[in-house]
C-alpha cells in the first residue's frame, strides 16, 4: 500500500541530503546559458538547505564519486575527496565507479577522508568488511543509523586486479546483521542507501524480490532505493512491510546526477511524517560558495600544468563519430589490435568521447579521447 506524504516541521528533526552519483564532476556544467552542479554551487545548495531546515542535516553520497572528469582521474579521486572534506559529506556509499583507481588507491582515499566510506556486502578474502569500508554510519546527536550496499556491478565493471580478493555477500544478510549492530549501538531510526537495488520492478523478478526481502528488514525505517526504469516516479511513498510503515525514496539516474539535482529527505522517528524536497542545483536558483569557488580556482590553476602537458602533435584532425566509422575509431582500434595482438578488435564507439584537433596532443586531449577504463579480451574463433 501506498499514501501521499505529508510534511512535518520541528527544529529538532533530522534530514537527509542526498547526492547521487557526482562521477567526479568537481567544475560546473555549463547548459543553455547557466550553469550546473560542480562543487561551489553543490555547497551553496547544501548550505541554503541547512540553513533552512534549520535542524540536524546530513549530507550523504550514494555511489560512484571518485572518477569521471579530468581533475579526479589526475588527483586518483583525491581532489572530490578533499571537495567533500569542505562541504562536509557525513559519508559516501561505494559504487563500481570508486574502484576505478584500484581498492589501494580507494584506502588511501579512506584515510584523507573525514567521513567512512560505506559498503555492508563487499568482504576480503577471510570474509570480513576490508578496513578502508564501513558497514554502517551512526551519527549519535540524532541517535540515527545509515547502512549502505554496493551494487553487484562493483565486481564486473571493474579491471579484475582493481578488485582482486573482494567478493560480495548477499544483500539481504549484510544489511541485516548491520542493522542489528546498529539498533545494538542505540539507533532509533535506520535508513539504508542501496542504489543499485531496483524499486519498481516486475513482481517475482530478482530485482523485485530483493527490494521485498529488504523491506522485511524490521529494524530498518527508510530505504533509498534506485528506479527500476525510467517510469517510476521519484519521490518518496510509504509501504507496509515487516508489519509497519516504512518509507522509499526512488531518484533517477537520469536526473539526480553529477550534482546537478540533490534531494532533501526528512527522516523522523515515524516515517508518515517525511517529506521529500528535490533541489535544482544551478545558477538560476543557487548561490554557490565563495569558499568552494576560490578553492576550485586554486585547484584548476594547479592542475592546469599536469593536464596541458604537451605529448605529441596531430598532423591532421582525428574526428570520433558514435554513430559510423571514424578516423579516430579506426586509430584507436589498430592500436588496440596490434597490442592484443589480434586479427581483429571490436570497441563500442560508446568507449570514445572525443577526438584530436590538428596541431598539438596534451594530456587532458588523451584523457578526453577515452576516459573510462576497460577490460581488454581475446577470443580464439
Known sequence: AMSVLSACGGPKSLSVIQVNALRGVIQPIEREGRLSGGFALLAGAIDA???????????????????????????KGRAVVDLMNEVGFSALVVGPRDFYFGADALAALSTAARFPFLSANIVDREGRTPSYLKPWFYD??????FIGLSPSQVLVQNLAKDVAGLSLLDSVEAAGRAAAELRAAGARRIGLFAGGVYWGAAPGSPEGD???????????DQ?????????????????????????????????FINGERISMVAFPEHPADAVFREIPVDSSTVSPSDALSQ?????????????????????????????????????????FREYAGTDAFILNSGKIRSGFAAGP?????????????????????
Open 49 to 75: 538547505a541547512r540553513e533552512a531546515e534549520g535542524g540536524r542535516t546530513l549530507a550523504i553520497g550514494n555511489l560512484n564519486f571518485l572518477h569521471g572528469t579530468p581533475e579526479a582521474w589526475f588527483t
Open 295 to 335: 578553492r576550485l580556482s586554486s585547484l584548476r590553476r594547479d592542475l592546469d600544468a599536469t593536464m596541458s602537458r604537451h605529448v605529441a602533435d596531430a598532423r591532421s584532425a582525428l574526428a570520433s563519430d558514435l554513430e559510423r566509422e571514424s578516423v579516430m575509431g579506426n586509430f584507436i582500434c589498430d592500436l
Open 361 to 381: 596532443v596534451d594530456r587532458l586531449d588523451v584523457y578526453n579521447v577515452l576516459p573510462f577504463s576497460g577490460q581488454v579480451v581475446v577470443v580464439e574463433a
Open 223 to 255: 530505504y533509498y532505493f534506485g528506479p527500476a526504469n525510467a517510469t517510476v516516479p521519484d519521490g518518496a511513498s510509504m509501504v507496509e512491510a515487516a508489519g509497519r510503515e516504512k518509507l522509499v525514496v526512488v531518484q533517477s539516474g537520469a536526473r
Open 140 to 145: 549519535a546527536r540524532s541517535r540515527a543509523g
Open 210 to 220: 530483493e527490494a521485498l526481502a529488504l523491506l522485511g528488514i524490521p529494524e530498518i
